[in-house]
């Protein structure tokens, strides 16, 4: 049996967002913050991915936080070079 889930699952934290990465391996799309609310950040998610082999077709990054974001594109480009990266800056 197959399992097909439509939609966003949302989560706050970088260990919520481990544990849906550690049960769905192949991914549609993820959005990242660079800010998480704790010491850990969007990019400690990436390496995560990239460390067990997390599928992902598109990536989104949406945060205020501009170095953070250079460091996740520079992430991004290098290891997940056949993805589909968007930034959405933040705007009020």
Not at 17 to 30: H, P
Not at 67 to 83: A, C, R
């Amino acid at each position: 049996m197959e399992v097909q889930l439509c939609g966003y699952n949302c989560v706050r934290t970088y260990k919520q967002c481990i544990t849906l990465l550690s049960v769905f391996k192949d991914i549609d799309a993820i959005n990242l913050d660079y800010d998480l609310r704790g010491e850990e950040t969007g990019l400690d998610i990436l390496i995560y991915m990239k460390q067990n082999n997390i599928k992902v077709r598109e990536i989104y990054i949406h945060s205020t936080h501009l170095e953070g974001v250079k460091e996740m594109e520079k992430f991004i480009k290098y290891n997940f070079k056949d993805v589909d990266y968007l930034y959405c800056p933040y705007s009020e």
